[in-house]
């Protein structure tokens, strides 16, 4: 082994330096699986011998035959499908109508329909484009601020990251060593939370000024019969996914797996009662799922092998006795924590932070006597600030990638600055109050 030619400052915090290594060059913007196992291996070559790579297929045997993680193509199938289904444009119309002589009232609908999408797909990436293509010209037609828009519309199509059934609690779910079904439980009410933050913020900076909302109308809805029944044509088939994916998991009825794919068929389901479906959206749905999964399961991959290496190099042990030096209590460690993933959330997607860092620091943390569910509520919470935070937040770049002209990148960068507040906001509350995470779950569970 090479490591015995090293120096001491070296050889003995190897893991130290494997994991700066891949931090600078992840930033550096090489491919991510590719420079997570070309890493792990030339470290693991210093410090390991070649043997000690036997144990790589087993551990990617064991992934494999995780049997949760089936449910990722599933969900990813089922939000693509509704992407597609054009129920989404429906529901604004019918929201910006209902909330038409309500200070902001089509960016709460914005916030609301958001919210009703992050609980019907859990994928960001399809919420935050049908969002932008939707709303995005209709919020300055009536005179929305460039930013003021751009920010809601990024900040309400991340909602699909706590909202369950999201991909980042499926994923994190196993990580935290959590059961999925509990983690979408304990999600729910901090959801609400950021929902009902984003409504109010938005109805008390209306009253700034119109420079970035415009006033109100005067003349509300008719509460006639045919704007009732519009109303429930447009609540009732994503109230109806919701029922079949969540209520499924909640109820004991389906593990998530299976409601993933009663969720598949139910967005099949609704595209064709919206008389949207076709061969050719089947097989451009089934194309795009194939391709995201393939990505998330390359990266599970690489982040596999970096662990692997990361802990046969003893970096466990050394985050631990750096830890203990530090002679933290228990809230400075969490606080310390928080403010560590925050900031990685600038450079690094959710997926590389949620198989790279998170493994290595929520032992340590659930060791400290913390509930592994709070915290893992926690970690999505802060997770979901990741996709929004330049230079690397993917809800800046799909919404660019669909705004007009005359939206700027400094636009978006300007306009999600209160909602990241916001979130930090929710996240206070979460960690003040826990129960707000374990209380439904332990109510429905009885655990």
């Given amino acids: 082994m090479l490591i015995e030619f090293l120096p001491f400052w070296i050889a003995d915090y190897l893991a130290a330096w494997l994991f700066l290594a891949l931090s600078i060059t992840l930033i550096a913007g090489f491919p991510v699986t590719f420079t997570m196992m070309g890493t792990s291996f030339l470290f693991g070559l210093i410090g390991l011998s070649p043997s000690f790579f036997h144990l790589l297929p087993l551990r990617m045997w064991g992934i494999m035959n995780n049997t949760m993680l089936m449910a990722v193509p599933l969900f990813i199938f089922m939000g693509l499908a509704l992407e597609r289904s054009g129920l989404a444009r429906q529901l604004l119309e019918t ?4 909330f038409r002589n309500v200070r902001g009232g089509l960016a709460i609908s914005v916030v609301i329909v958001g919210a009703l999408l992050g609980a019907s797909t859990g ?60 983690m979408f439980m304990g999600a729910v009410i901090p959801g609400m939370i950021l929902v009902c933050l984003y409504c109010i913020y938005i109805y008390i900076f209306s009253f700034s000024g119109t420079r970035h909302i415009p006033p109100a109308h005067t003349k509300g809805p008719d509460f006639n019969k045919a704007f009732i029944l519009k109303i429930f044509k447009a609540l009732i088939p994503p109230l109806f996914l919701i029922l079949a994916v969540l209520g499924t998991i909640f109820a004991g009825i389906a593990t998530p797996t299976e409601s993933g794919a009663m969720g598949a068929v139910g967005a099949v389901f609704l595209t064709a009662m919206n008389g949207k479906l076709s061969f050719k959206l089947l097989h451009d749905v089934a194309k795009s799922t194939i391709r995201m999964t393939c990505m998330v399961f390359i ?26 030096s530090m002679h933290l209590q228990g809230w400075q460690l969490v606080t310390m924590v928080m403010i560590f993933i925050f900031i990685l959330g600038f450079f690094l997607d959710f997926i590389e932070i949620t198989y ?43 919404l660019k990638g669909v705004c007009p002209p005359q939206v700027k990148t400094i636009h978006l960068y300007k306009g999600i600055i209160p909602f990241v507040i916001l979130q930090l906001i929710g996240l206070t509350i979460i960690a003040i109050w826990p129960g707000l995470v374990t209380w439904l779950p332990a109510v429905v569970y009885g655990n």
């Fill in 299 to 324: 990266i599970i991959m690489g982040a596999t092998c970096f662990a692997l290496v990361f802990r046969g190099l003893g970096g466990d042990d050394l985050l631990r006795e750096f830890i203990d």
């Fill in 95 to 98: 929201m910006e109508e209902l």
């Fill in 356 to 398: 790279i860092h998170i493994p290595i620091i929520a032992p340590i943390v659930v060791d400290y006597g913390y509930d592994p569910l709070w915290f893992g509520i926690m970690f999505a919470v802060n997770l979901q600030t990741s996709f929004m935070t330049p230079p690397f937040g993917p809800s800046l770049f799909y």
């Fill in 123 to 182: 994928i960001v990436g399809a919420t935050v484009v049908t969002m932008g293509l939707m709303s995005l010209p209709i919020m300055l037609k009536y005179r929305y601020s460039e930013s003021f828009a751009s920010g809601t519309i990024a900040a309400s199509g991340t909602l699909g990251q706590i909202i369950p059934p999201s991909i980042v609690l499926l994923l994190l779910g196993p990580v935290m060593e959590v059961p999925i079904g509990d």
